[in-house]
C-alpha cells in the first residue's frame, strides 16, 4: 500500500516492513491501495483506498444499518466495510458492488477467509445491483458529483442513501438521503469527508502545464480577494463549488515549497480549455489575475463567492438535495430555494 505523503504515494511493502505496515493499517489514516486504476502508468493517481477509521465510523453512523437489513454498498476495495456491515446487518443482507475486477477478486477472496462471504459483484456501481432491491440502505465508498438514479430507485420507501458528494472545485461533505414513496429523495449534507470519484464521474485530470500554454492569449486585471477565503473557508469553498461547475483549482507553490509565501492559484475548466491564474506574493493586498478561454473563471468564482457572503455565510449544513429520476438539484434551508449555477 501506499501512504499519501503532502500529496504524494509513499509505498509501504508488508514484506519489507511488517511491523510498520502493521501500525499504519490500525492508524486513524487514509491508506491508498491502488495507483492510477492499476494501470502501471506511474502518474501517481489515487485510486483505491481504505479510509481513515474515524470516517468508517461516522459514515456507518449515518447509514444506522439495522440487523437484518438488506444494505447495498457501492466500492468494495478492501473488503474491510462490507465485512463490517455484515457484521451489523448479517453476511446474507450485504451486497458489495466494485468496479475494479481485480480489488474485486482479492475482496471476494479476503472476506471468505475471514468469515464474512457477503455478495461481492463486479461491476459498474452507478447501475446499482437490481437483483437483490430493494435495499434498506444503500452506502457509497465513492464521491460523487451526481447521484445515481438507480440507488435511490433500488431503495425501499423510507430507506436511506449515504455518500459522499462533491463538485469539481470541492470535494466533499456527506449526504444523507432518506427515499421516498413517490420515488424521490431528498436530504442534508453534513461532515468534511474527501472521497476519491466514482471513476465516470471523475473531473479530467492534467497538470497544470498542460492546460496553461505559453501561446495562449489572456485578459489581465487585479482583485482584493484573497484565495485563503475562498479556498481555505470550507464552506464557502463548497457553495463556489455549487455555483461554478467543472471548475478545478490547482494551488503551485514557488520552488515546489509548500512553505512559500508566495503561490499561484490556477482555476481550469478541463472541459472547453478555460484557464484562470490568481498570482499572491508576501506584502502585497491586490493579486493579479489572468484568464483565458470562453468562460472567466476568476469572474464566476468572484461571482459566487460573493453570492455566498450575500446569503449570509451559510455553513455547508443548510445545503440540501433532492434526486429525482430527472436529475438533481440543490437548494439552501429548504427544497424551495434551488441553488442556481
Known sequence: MWLDEAGAPAVLARSESPERWLEACYADRPLITQLDDGDGSGRGYFSSSISMPTTVAMMLAALDPESGGRVLEIGTGTGYNAALLAFRAGTENVTTVEVDPGIAEQARAALKATGWPVNVVTGDGTKGHPPGAPYDRVLSTASVQRVPYAWVEQTAPGGRVVTPWGTAFHNGALLHLRVR?????????????????????????????????????????????HPYYALSNFDASFAIGLRVPAMKSVVVFDDDNPGSAAYTVYLMDPYVGSWASWRVAPGRDAYTVRQHGPRCLFEELEDAYRWWLDAGEPEHTRFGLTVTSDGQTVWLDTPGAPIGT
Open 181 to 225: 414513496a413517490d420515488g424521490t429523495a431528498a436530504g442534508r449534507f453534513s461532515g468534511n469527508v474527501g472521497f476519491m470519484w466514482l471513476r465516470d464521474q471523475r473531473t479530467p485530470h492534467g497538470a497544470v502545464e498542460d492546460r496553461v500554454r505559453p501561446e495562449h492569449d489572456y485578459t489581465e486585471s487585479t482583485t482584493g480577494l
